[in-house]
């Protein structure tokens, strides 16, 4: 079964401290990978897409990053507002336009 | 305006009743969908439709009806409804059909409803 996995579960950060999320899947056929971000009581909200490894894209403090099996949302200099659920997803040729979603990584920045 | 709404937030039945969740979006977008979260919070497709046309049905139970009466809605109803549907239900809508080819086929979710059954 296609998995997409995210680590970690929980990352708790100092303001200004930088680091990485992980999302690996475990398929071939990436049409594309999608993250979101999802406050508390709300719907994830759309962050970037990269079709192809070695794309790059970035949106203020955050860059998206994508290899042939993972990418990894970089942090830096995060402050409180960032913390969030960032959640992973991917599209995959063949899946009947669907996306599989990974369980995210749970972040929170203490000022 | 908020560009997808979904009715209501919060749900509580009894198991065994029959309910309803509504979703609207005023994007223009072509294409609507039911994501179920469950309290691992992963994110599961239910169904999508396009031009009032079902393009993805998932292997739920038959318990679970979209109803689309224009482009713009999507309503999701419930019949019998049993504890392990208890969840967050997503509504979400893109513009084209494919989620993932362009960038425009990015997803906007709805804020959720949260279902429980007791």
């Known amino acids: 079964e296609d998995q997409v996995t995210q680590s970690p579960e929980a990352l708790r950060l100092q303001e200004g401290e930088s680091s990485s999320l992980n999302c690996s899947y475990t398929?071939?056929?990436?049409?594309?990978l999608f993250w979101y971000r999802q406050d508390p009581g709300k719907g994830p909200e759309f962050l970037f897409t990269?079709?192809?490894a070695g794309e790059e894209k970035e949106k203020e403090r955050l860059k998206a990053t994508l290899t042939k099996k993972e990418s990894f949302l970089h942090i830096t200099a995060p402050k409180p507002e960032d913390s969030a659920t960032y959640l992973c997803?991917?599209?995959?040729?063949?899946?009947?336009?669907?996306?599989?979603f990974g369980s995210g990584t749970q972040l929170t920045v203490l000022p | 305006d908020t560009a997808v709404s979904q009715t209501p937030k919060y749900l509580v039945t009894q198991m065994g009743n029959d309910k309803s969740i509504k979703c609207e979006q005023n994007?223009?977008?072509?294409?609507m969908y039911w994501y179920k979260q469950d309290s691992k919070k992963f994110l599961k497709i239910m169904f999508s439709?396009?031009?009032?046309?079902?393009?993805i049905n998932e292997t739920v139970p038959n318990r679970f009806s979209p109803k689309s009466p224009d482009k713009a809605h999507l309503n999701l109803h419930i019949n019998s409804l049993e504890l392990g549907d208890s969840a967050v239900y997503f509504c979400?809508?893109?513009?084209?059909?494919?989620?993932?080819?362009?960038?425009?086929?990015?997803?906007?979710f709805g804020s959720g409803t949260q279902l429980s059954v007791l």
């Open positions: 990269l079709y192809s």
């Open positions: 979400a809508s893109s513009q084209g059909s494919f989620p993932g080819l362009t960038t425009n086929e990015k997803l906007f």
């Open positions: 997803a991917v599209h995959l040729s063949g899946s009947a336009r669907q996306l599989t």
């Open positions: 994007l223009g977008h072509d294409t």
């Open positions: 439709y396009n031009n009032k046309e079902l393009i």
């Open positions: 398929v071939s056929g990436l049409r594309g």
